[in-house]
Every structure is written in C-alpha cells, then in structure tokens.
C-alpha cells in the first residue's frame, strides 16, 4: 500500500479549445474578471511600453535613410554610433508577468513582445506619411518631425501607466481598480503555480547560487547572443537605399524605402503569435519544438544572405530579409520557458530576466560596430555568417536546456517515488501495531 500525494498544482496548459485560444475562458467566474483586469493594465500598457520605445528606436533608422544621413553628414560609421548611444541610453528593466499569470505565459509574452515587431510598421507608415505631408512645414525636415510627433504620442501613455500599472501580488495593496479579492486571487494563483512570492533579500549566497546555475547561465547565454538574429533584417533598409545612385533616378521612393521593410516585421509579429499559440495550445506547454524549428530556418536564411549576390533582383533577396527575423522571434517563448523552469524562486527569476536583458542591451550596443557597419551596408557577409553560426549555436544551447529540465523532471519524479516508499514501512508498521492492539483486546 502506498500513501496518496496530492496532485502537482503547478501550471498546466487549458484543455479546451477555447482555452487554447486564451486561458482566461477555463477559469471560474471571480477570477475571469479579475484576469480581465490585469490583462486590460499590465498586459495593455507593458504593450505599449515597448510599442513607444522601439518606435523610437526604428525612428532612428527611418530618419536616417529619409535625408538624416545627408542633413547632418552622417557618412561614416555615425549611425552605428547614435544606435550606440540610445540602446544605452535606454536601457530599461524587464517586467515577467509575475502578478498574477500562473500559465500560458507564452500569450502574454508573445502579445508584449509583438509590439517590438509592429512598432517599425507605425515607424515606416509614419515616417512616409511624414516626409510627404510635412517636409518642409515650419521649416523643419521631414524626419525632424518624426521625433516631434513621437514625443506627442509617448507622453499621454507614460502618465496613464503611472496611474494604472498594477504592483507585485506579494507587496500590492487594494486600490480604485484591485480590490483586496482580486490580490487574494492572484496570491492564490502564484501559489497554484508553484511561484514562490517575491521580497526576499539577495546576499552573497543567493547571487552566487544564480550564478551556478544552468538555468541564469543557459538563458542569459541565449539573451546575449540574441542581437546577432535581429542584425541582418537591419540591412534591408540600406539595401533598398543602394539602389539609387547621385544623379540617377531614384529605384526606390523615400516612401517604398520606410514601407517595404514593414513586411518583415509584420512577418515576425505574425509569426511570433502563431507560435506562442501553438505551444501553449496543441503542444500543451512545450517551447523548445517550435524554438528549434526556428534556429534551423534561420540558419538557411543566414546562410543564403551570406552566399548569394547582394544586389540580385527584389524578388531573389528581399523575401530573405523579410523572413530573417525567425530565429529573433522566438524571445517570447524563450522568457516564458525561462520563468516556468525558475518558478520556484522568484529572486532567481527576477536576476535571470535583469542578466538575459541587460546582456543583450550590452551586446545589442557593440555587434553592429563590428559585423554590421553602416559604412558597408548593404554588403555585411560577415555578418550573415556570424549570425548562421550563432543561430547554430543557439539550437545547441536550447538543445541544452530541453535535456537538463526533462533529467530535472525526472529527477523530481524518482524523490517522489522514494518518499512513498519510504512512508509505505512506516504505514504498515502503525497498521501492524493497531492490529495487535485489537487482536489483545479481543482475547
């Protein structure tokens, strides 16, 4: 005979469709309101966070390639280094969604990060929209007035998500939108999920612990290589400019130079979501089969911008800069597998987002004055080759992590199963003596 454990309380995948399609519709009443709630602050404003700060990234290449370059004689490696000066100017914390979200991480994650791909599509349209409606207004450029509108639409969103972003479960308080059920709910919710709450202080142990451990390691090794992925689609702009020559007509508009790059990152917000859906969906959780299908089509692609002809036809190279944001789409997936193997110690978790962002910040800064300089764009084959040889890399290392988290998987099974058979003796042994009593008794 053996005792009987409770079930594992920790998260596991819907199992109706309409879970599928989003968690919230399986759960009960008091808590689909309550999830409606924090998906309608964190998850609405998290998504136009990153909205605004990657629209002011892709502003800066937009700008530049729409009279920028030529206003301020920027003909040398000066791009590279404005894009230097901003990604560290801007270097902003990472925000899991621990407040509440006891699964289907990859929804959520996937929804924030889409917005890192739609941003360059407001960029695009607008900068076009722009150069055509304003260049020239009030004495100012065109791409001069790109920043100027931003800066209109990134100040309304800051002041509402100062009033509506939600705290942490373990330190929030009842206010005008949580009420003191809703912050049980989520309490709950983390527990369930097996999220231990946050607020413990780091010491020299615990950071040393972190810094041990294959799970910090593996991932802030995934995140730091992580700006190789993204580089080569860079060139797609420069591409298109290289096209018109001083003196010749022009091959590309100034409008189709901002647009035509829109389909890429259409692609991989598409992409991106279709994705995170399937694995939250009909592979019930797991990330590492669609994050490896990834990496081997992004090494084709890389492999193909390195050793075909630069300036082919628009048919033979753009739809390679379209799709080679693939691999550099799985970063949805790749944070919400991180905070599902580390949710057992929020700290860790917390340190392994700040090391996976800050690292791929730092990197983000200095790949492109290595590999990708705008002094020979479009013509980066290093670069390319660079990046198959990371994306190689990165099939490795998940690779890794897939192993280590089924052995740990297991590992956990088998302490089970040794902690049964270790009760079953003892189990007996009181039966035994209670039967002995009784046979006494009876005599």
Same mark, same amino acid.
């Given at each position: 005979?053996?005792?009987? *454990?409770?079930?594992?309380?920790?998260?596991?995948?819907?199992?109706?469709?309409?879970?599928?399609?989003?968690?919230?519709?399986?759960?009960?009443?008091?808590? *689909?309101?309550?999830?409606?709630?924090?998906?309608?602050?964190?998850?609405?404003?998290?998504?136009?966070?990153?909205?605004?700060?990657?629209?002011?990234?892709?502003?800066?290449?937009?700008?530049?390639?729409?009279?920028?370059?030529?206003?301020?004689?920027?003909?040398?490696?000066?791009?590279?280094?404005?894009?230097?000066?901003?990604?560290?100017?801007?270097?902003?914390?990472?925000?899991?969604?621990?407040?509440?979200?006891?699964?289907?991480?990859?929804?959520?994650?996937?929804?924030?990060?889409?917005?890192?791909?739609?941003?360059?599509?407001?960029?695009?349209?607008?900068?076009?929209?722009?150069?055509?409606?304003?260049?020239?207004?009030?004495?100012?450029?065109?791409?001069?007035?790109?920043?100027?509108?931003?800066?209109?639409?990134?100040?309304?969103?800051?002041?509402?998500?100062?009033?509506?972003?939600?705290?942490?479960?373990?330190?929030?308080?009842?206010?005008?939108?949580?009420?003191?059920?809703?912050?049980?709910?989520?309490?709950?919710?983390?527990?369930?999920?097996? *999220?231990?709450?946050?607020?413990?202080?780091?010491?020299?142990?615990?950071?040393?612990?972190?810094?041990?451990?294959?799970?910090?390691?593996?991932?802030?090794?995934?995140?730091?290589?992580?700006?190789?992925?993204?580089?080569?689609?860079?060139?797609?702009?420069?591409?298109?400019?290289?096209?018109?020559?001083?003196?010749?007509?022009?091959?590309?508009?100034?409008?189709?130079?901002?647009?035509?790059?829109?389909?890429?990152?259409?692609?991989?917000?598409?992409?991106?979501?279709?994705?995170?859906?399937?694995?939250?969906?009909?592979?019930?959780?797991?990330?590492?089969?669609?994050?490896?299908?990834?990496?081997?089509?992004?090494?084709?692609?890389?492999?193909?911008?390195?050793?075909?002809?630069?300036?082919?036809?628009?048919?033979?190279?753009?739809?390679?800069?379209?799709?080679?944001?693939?691999?550099?789409?799985?970063?949805?997936?790749?944070?919400?597998?991180?905070?599902?193997?580390?949710?057992?110690?929020?700290?860790?978790?917390?340190?392994?987002?700040?090391?996976?962002?800050?690292?791929?910040?730092?990197?983000?800064?200095?790949?492109?004055?290595?590999?990708?300089?705008?002094?020979?764009?479009?013509?980066?084959?290093?670069?390319?080759?660079?990046?198959?040889?990371?994306?190689?890399?990165?099939?490795?290392?998940?690779?890794?992590?897939?192993?280590?988290?089924?052995?740990?998987?297991?590992?956990?099974?088998?302490?089970?199963?040794?902690?049964?058979?270790?009760?079953?003796?003892?189990?007996?042994?009181?039966?035994?003596?209670?039967?002995?009593?009784?046979?006494?008794?009876?005599?």
């Amino acid at each position: 005979m053996t005792t009987q *454990r409770p079930p594992s309380e920790s998260s596991v995948p819907s199992q109706s469709w309409k879970g599928w399609i989003w968690d919230s519709t399986d759960v009960p009443k008091e808590e *689909r309101r309550f999830l409606l709630k924090l998906d309608a602050t964190l998850l609405t404003f998290g998504t136009l966070g990153m909205l605004i700060k990657w629209i002011d990234t892709s502003n800066i290449t937009n700008a530049f390639v729409s009279g920028m370059k030529e206003d301020l004689n920027l003909y040398g490696n000066q791009y590279n280094y404005i894009i230097v000066s901003w990604t560290v100017g801007s270097q902003v914390g990472w925000t899991v969604f621990t407040f509440a979200l006891a699964g289907e991480l990859g929804k959520r994650n996937g929804i924030m990060q889409s917005a890192v791909s739609i941003a360059p599509i407001f960029s695009g349209f607008l900068q076009a929209g722009i150069y055509n409606g304003l260049n020239g207004h009030a004495g100012l450029a065109g791409w001069r007035w790109l920043f100027v509108i931003n800066g209109v639409i990134s100040f309304p969103i800051a002041v509402l998500a100062y009033f509506f972003l939600p705290d942490t479960p373990g330190t929030a308080k009842p206010n005008w939108i949580f009420t003191e059920q809703d912050i049980k709910i989520a309490r709950a919710r983390m527990e369930k999920a097996g *999220r231990k709450p946050e607020g413990k202080p780091y010491t020299v142990k615990s950071v040393t612990g972190f810094l041990t451990s294959w799970k910090t390691l593996l991932f802030t090794l995934i995140f730091t290589i992580q700006p190789f992925g993204s580089q080569p689609f860079t060139a797609f702009v420069f591409w298109l400019k290289a096209h018109n020559k001083k003196g010749k007509p022009p091959v590309y508009s100034i409008a189709q130079i901002n647009e035509y790059p829109t389909l890429g990152n259409a692609f991989t917000a598409v992409y991106s979501l279709v994705c995170v859906w399937i694995s939250d969906g009909p592979l019930r959780g797991r990330r590492w089969p669609v994050i490896l299908f990834s990496n081997f089509i992004a090494i084709i692609i890389f492999t193909l911008l390195a050793v075909t002809p630069v300036m082919g036809p628009f048919s033979h190279r753009a739809p390679l800069y379209i799709l080679s944001s693939i691999g550099g789409s799985m970063v949805p997936l790749t944070m919400a597998w991180m905070a599902e193997l580390i949710s057992e110690n929020a700290e860790q978790r917390a340190f392994t987002a700040a090391s996976m962002n800050t690292l791929q910040f730092t990197f983000s800064a200095w790949i492109p004055l290595v590999w990708f300089q705008q002094v020979k764009q479009p013509f980066v084959t290093s670069g390319n080759r660079a990046a198959a040889v990371v994306a190689g890399l990165n099939i490795i290392i998940f690779s890794s992590i897939a192993f280590l988290a089924r052995n740990e998987k297991l590992a956990k099974k088998r302490d089970g199963a040794s902690i049964d058979e270790l009760a079953e003796p003892e189990l007996h042994q009181h039966m035994g003596e209670k039967k002995v009593g009784v046979d006494v008794r009876a005599l």
